[in-house]
């Protein structure tokens, strides 16, 4: 029996939601206070015309007000460092790496970028739910039907890049094992238009932030340059 009833009426009036295994009932029972978390923060979450139209390159201004968003209630992101003992012989792993950790729930946002990255998030939540580091995975992705908004906008997604459609067919598939999985596909529902003046400030930031990463450190002792980490 599906749990998804646990998800608040209104996230499911302004998201598009589906889960594998029961999630939302593990996330509702097992971790309420990561649940807490997630509700509150997609309640809060608005689609911005001026953070959809601000160019890209480096963390779109979406995801970043998002990944703010969990920062702010102290989710962080996290690596695992893996090995496989065999009798004596100890083998490393490849570290895996998930955007938001807390508690033993990984979440991964997913808003523009190359469909392969489905099969990494899936991948990583299986390995870790089957070494017991996580109970649950979730997924915050964009709908397919926010195509439409685009055209309208002039903003241009290619069709190979990470929206709901491309990643259910990879759970279905068995993608993430035996994890249970929950997604959220932001839609059109909560879209603002937030004029002009918003647009402008926005590119403004970005370009800011991207002086800033660029800038050589005073006092350097060469030309190169160094940019902030």
């Not at 915050?140 to 195509?147: D, F, K, Q, V």
Request: charged share 30%; net charge negative.
């Amino acid at each position: 029996m599906s749990t998804e009833h646990l998800v608040p009426e209104d996230l499911r009036n302004l998201y598009h939601v589906r889960e594998w295994r029961n999630a939302t009932g593990v996330l509702a029972t097992a971790c309420p206070n990561e649940w807490t978390d997630i509700i509150e923060v997609l309640r809060a979450f608005r689609l911005l015309r001026s953070e959809i139209l601000t160019a890209g390159g480096g963390l779109s201004p979406i995801s970043q007000q998002i990944n703010a968003a969990f920062d702010g209630r102290g989710w962080k992101e996290k690596s695992f460092a893996t090995r496989i003992v065999v009798d004596e012989t100890e083998y490393i792993s490849p570290t895996h790496a998930v955007d938001c950790f807390k508690g033993r729930v990984a979440l991964e946002l997913e808003w523009n970028n190359k469909d392969p990255f489905f099969d990494r998030d899936l991948n990583n939540f299986r390995l870790l739910f089957d070494l017991r580091a996580i109970d649950v995975g979730v997924i915050i992705t964009r709908a397919t039907e926010l195509h439409g908004l685009f055209d309208e906008l002039g903003k241009t997604y290619v069709t190979s890049t990470t929206h709901h459609e491309k990643l259910w067919p990879r759970i279905e598939g068995g993608g993430g094992g035996g994890c249970p999985v929950l997604t959220f596909a932001i839609t059109r529902k909560v879209y603002v238009d937030d004029g002009q003046e918003a647009l402008e400030q926005s590119r403004h930031d970005k370009q800011a932030l991207k002086k800033r990463k660029t800038r050589v450190p005073l006092g350097a002792g060469s030309g190169e340059d160094n940019g902030d980490s």
